[in-house]
């Protein structure tokens, strides 16, 4: 997995709860993502980061915040979470001086949101 | 909207036989293709990527690029019940100012079953 990992693995809560999702990473890559799998639909971008502080939004974000304190962590917060974020989420990394923007991708965790 | 396309399947090979994944995509800019392979239950794995016109070869997995077509495909020869997973295809995003972006679309992956 990159030596990427991922907290929780699996989580189920309660609809208008907060729920964080944390991703670690060893290497001080640069680029850290959140992504979110559904049937049908694929990996889907919500948020990435090119820094510490610096994120932007993806294709899916409504819903969905970031912080990046440090080069390590890339947490994603739902601030009130619904039905509809039920997913699987997997955090990635692209490596530092590649050329070509390949991704390498965590565990995932699997949510369910009642 | 960029997209990336996959038949979703699923496909179905006898073992030992050439399995064949297709993918088309919509932005003529994009310069890179990758091919991930995800387990059920599991993470996407990178097998091979691509960002020249033609064929490039790793073990029993060949990609073949046509940018003309906006077409990508990955072949797996002597396809093993191992094989069996679900192939994700991916672009790299392309800006309009002509720069690549670390961003990928992801297609919605072909599903693979390998038949003993």
């Known amino acids: 997995d990159a030596g990427i990992t991922q907290s929780p693995r699996h989580k189920v809560t309660e609809t208008g709860t907060p729920v964080t999702l944390r991703c670690h990473q060893t290497e001080n890559h640069r680029y850290m993502y959140w992504y979110r799998q559904d049937p049908g639909h694929g990996l889907r971008l919500i948020h990435y980061?090119?820094?510490?502080?610096?994120?932007d939004k993806g294709e899916v974000s409504d819903g969905y915040s970031v912080s990046r304190s440090k080069t390590e962590d890339f947490l994603l917060t739902l601030e009130s979470a619904t039905s509809s974020q039920t997913s699987v989420y997997f955090c990635a990394i692209t490596i530092s001086g590649g050329a070509y923007h390949e991704q390498f991708f965590g565990p995932g965790t699997r949510l369910t949101v009642l | 909207q960029k997209e990336v396309e996959q038949n979703s399947g699923p496909l179905s090979v006898p073992e030992g036989a050439i399995a064949s994944l297709n993918c088309t995509y919509s932005d003529r800019g994009s310069q890179s293709f990758f091919w991930y392979r995800q387990y059920s239950g599991k993470s996407p794995e990178l097998i091979m990527f691509i960002y020249s016109n033609g064929d490039k070869e790793d073990g029993r997995f060949t990609a073949q690029l046509n940018k003309a077509s906006q077409y990508v495909s990955l072949l797996i020869r002597d396809s093993q019940p191992s094989d069996s997973a679900t192939y994700l295809c991916?672009?790299?995003?392309?800006?309009?100012?002509?720069?690549?972006?670390?961003?990928?679309?992801f297609g919605t992956g072909t599903l693979l079953a390998v038949q003993p």
């Open positions: 980061s090119y820094g510490v502080k610096d994120t």
């Open positions: 991916a672009v790299n995003v392309e800006e309009g100012y002509g720069g690549a972006t670390n961003k990928l679309i």
